[in-house]
């Protein structure tokens, strides 16, 4: 039963260091666009506003 010794601390501080960059990661995807992207998607909507708008009855 010879294992090898483990620090907990140094292991505890590692899983959470892990679990940080999964998230960071996540977070990247999800939330990470370019200036750009976020142009377009915002012309987008502006203009699916005013077509919307333009269909209204008054």
């Keep these: 039963m010879t294992g090898k010794v ?3 601390s140094k292991a ?3 899983r ?3 679990q940080d960059k999964a998230r960071a990661d996540a977070n990247a995807v999800k939330f ?3 200036k750009g992207e976020k142009a377009k998607e915002r012309a987008e909507a502006d203009k699916a506003t005013r077509d919307l708008d333009g269909h209204e009855r008054e």
Excluded: E
């Design 32 to 34: 990470g666009r370019t």
């Design 12 to 14: 505890r501080k590692a």
């Design 6 to 8: 483990v620090n907990l």
């Design 16 to 18: 959470a260091k892990g």
